[in-house]
């Protein structure tokens, strides 16, 4: 500090203050929101903290300053005990059918993408069983989906619990939906499907939204307008309180999954929409027994909501331990405000 310009010693402070919000980030997988929420809600900006990290090192790298220790560390720590922002690498392999099954999760945003008419939810159905039908996936777990859906997509077996919805080329020998303690909207279904010979139990989950709404997510996109200080304190307290809130109701949710897999004779995959991101409490949780089709063959960022000012990965594919994942992908297919995700599961 001594070496460093006036200039250099407030961004070094600066420097610090982002070094403790990532502290908190990076601590938050660890951390039950329902105890402490302040991690769980920077987590939801990791990838921001972490670039703005990366710039901190290269304006101190330029000056040829020892400050740049601060941010190579937490940009260290990060690489080494972090659940990866980015694969740089993708597993492709061509699969025997008869150990083999592929899987595609979408959250359908209710078909509302063009608009609430009916006309309008007409015409995303459609679509997308025409575009589901083209993908040929063995097991499709939609959530979100409408009643009356079922009628358009043309799979032998299907297990529908309100807007919670599983297809399957193989047969479903019995299903169920998971009660939640606190009464929600969402919910978390169940199928028992024998794939080549074996029973897997899919579970397809939707976990509690943050319940933002259009004026909530106008506010996070229009930095460059005039907004008034006192409409950005109640507003960003609002959006603080909702995820608080959801982040808690998921532990709750998330518990009652756990306990109803560890009860489960067969081996389980989980997937769907979790509503969080990769560094939370939630995904640490959900992912303790089980590995992310992402992370093991997947490239890129693997984001699969973009409505806000960087993309999101909070839809997932979780397989067992024993078994591995090719050909992950995420879909482009403009038919919700999320992206489907689909692989390849290869059984053992």
Known sequence: MKNLSLLNKLIYIVNIVFVLLWFFAFLAPYINPQEFSFGAILAIGYPMLLLTHVLFALYWLVRFKRAIYLSLAVITASYLWSVPVIQTKNRFKALAKDQSFSILSYNTQSFYYLGGKKENVGS?????????????????????ARKGFE??????????????????????????????????????????????YDTVRIYNLHLESFHLVNKDYNLIKRWDDEVSENEVKAKTQEISTK?????????????????????????SLLCGDFNDVSQSYIYR?????????????????????????????????????????????????????????????EQK
């Open 124 to 144: 995303v159905k459609e679509k997308l069983a025409h575009y589901l039908s083209q993908q040929n996936t063995d097991i499709i777990c939609l959530q979100e």
């Open 151 to 196: 009628t358009m997509v043309s799979y032998p077996h299907k297990s529908i619990f309100g807007y919670n919805q599983i297809y399957s080329k193989y047969e479903i020998i019995d299903a169920g939906v998971l009660e939640f303690e606190n009464p929600s909207a969402n919910t978390c279904a169940f199928a028992d499907v024998i794939i080549n």
């Open 243 to 267: 995820i608080s809130k959801a982040s808690s109701k998921r532990v709750a949710q998330i518990n009652s999954i756990l306990t109803h897999t560890k009860q489960s004779p067969y081996p």
């Open 285 to 345: 949780k959900l992912s303790a027994n089980h590995t992310d089709a992402f992370i093991a063959s997947g490239k890129g960022f693997g984001a699969t909501f973009k409505k806000l000012l960087f993309p999101f990965r909070i839809d997932y594919i979780l397989y067992p331990n024993a078994w591995n994942a090719y050909n992950f992908e995420v879909l482009e297919i403009e038919l919700s405000d999320h992206q489907a995700i689909r692989c390849d599961i």
